[in-house]
């Protein structure tokens, strides 16, 4: 999502699921005690029409379950609420999240009649194996049948993936990332796997079965898929399952479930261009490094980290991190006093 987008979100957790995956309990993780109705679309509406507008496209979001296998009726109510509220111009847009194997012509054309903007998929994988050991009851052929029709039809395609699933490795999460930018969606989610309190993942990994996914293994294997989005020109609009009170109260039992998880990876991928640049810079004594004004911190490091790291790594004396004028995410030698 852009600085110039703002999302009114709607839960309807695990309505239309056809397949219990082994990491989801969308109630814990959404935070959602009960699915949504076309009641609970028009309230969320009139509480964002009570905040003065920004100027930022104002869109009503469908958010977990699966939207497109929800009986049709239903879809029907929900959908109608939110085409409302289009038509009088509270909203700007509507969009959804469903399944790869839950869209077909018939779906889509339903969905234009209401207005729907964009659809995101959760592909989450793009390996045979793992998409089976996880339960997700589709296949990557899926993934791409649905993406191209979706993109033939005019709407958006946001695609989401999971890194850390069983059955996954290093190498697999980066050829799920590439065969994901192949189909050419406008924006991409990663979400490291979380174990989630009452689920099949949450059993598997008490009894042995399922190492967790920690929060460095995601920082470290994020950090190189980000670049591959970004090198394709493919905007990663969220790192991490997003904060909620129940999941921060303990839903989350392990596995890489952190509130900054985003910021962790963009200072991982800040530290290892410093340590490079150092490394061909032949580095000592007192460094001055310069970074763009928004990845001060990042550069810096939680605690600190990333200087502290570096300073013993090169044996240095001091390290400063200064503002320049340079583009977001490049790192500059201002100066090296050996």
């Known amino acids: 999502m852009s600085a110039r987008e703002s999302v009114i979100p709607v839960f309807v957790p695990h309505l239309g699921c056809p397949h219990a995956c ?20 028009r ?35 929900l959908l109608a609420a939110a085409r409302d509220a289009l038509d009088r111009g509270e909203i700007d847009a509507i969009r959804l999240s469903t399944r790869p194997d839950a869209i077909d012509e018939t779906v889509l054309r339903r969905l234009r009649e209401y207005g729907v903007e964009t659809i995101e998929l959760g592909a989450q ?17 899926d993934v791409e049948r649905a993406s191209r029709l ?4 005019g709407f958006r395609l946001i695609l989401q993936m999971m890194t850390g699933l069983p059955g996954d490795d290093e190498e ?38 399922y190492r967790e996914h920690s929060v460095e293994d995601a920082v470290r294997v994020c950090a190189k898929l980000l670049p591959l989005f970004q090198q394709a020109g493919i905007p990663v609009i969220r790192l991490g399952l997003n904060p909620t009170e129940e999941l921060s109260g303990g839903a989350a039992v392990a596995g890489a479930y952190h509130p900054a998880l985003g910021e962790l990876v963009r200072s991982r991928i800040l530290y290892e261009k410093a340590e490079l640049l150092l490394r061909e810079n032949g580095a000592s004594g007192r460094v001055i ?6 990845n001060l911190s990042q550069m810096v490091g939680q605690h600190r ?14 390290l400063k991190v ?15 006093e050996k």
């Open 22 to 41: 082994v990491f989801c309990n969308q109630n814990r993780i959404s935070g959602a005690a009960r699915p949504a109705t076309a009641e609970t679309v």
């Open 305 to 318: 980290e990333n200087v502290r790291k570096l300073c013993d790594a090169f044996g240095l004396e001091t």
């Open 43 to 77: 309230e969320a509406i009139k509480q964002a029409a009570a905040l003065p507008r920004t100027g930022a496209k104002r869109q009503l979001a469908f958010y977990g379950g699966s939207f497109t296998a929800i009986p049709t009726a239903e879809q029907g109510a």
């Open 172 to 209: 697999k999460d980066m050829e799920t990332a590439r065969r994901l930018i192949a189909l050419g969606p406008d924006g991409v989610r990663i979400y490291p796997t979380v174990i989630v309190r009452d689920t099949a993942l949450y059993a598997l990994w008490k009894s042995g079965r």
């Open 150 to 153: 979706i993109k033939d039809k």
């Open 125 to 141: 994988s793009m390996d045979e194996q793992v998409l089976r050991l996880s339960g997700r009851g589709h296949t990557a052929a």
């Open 289 to 294: 490094l310069g970074v763009a004004p928004e």
């Open 322 to 336: 200064r503002p320049a004028n340079i583009k977001s995410g490049e790192i500059c030698v201002i100066s090296i």
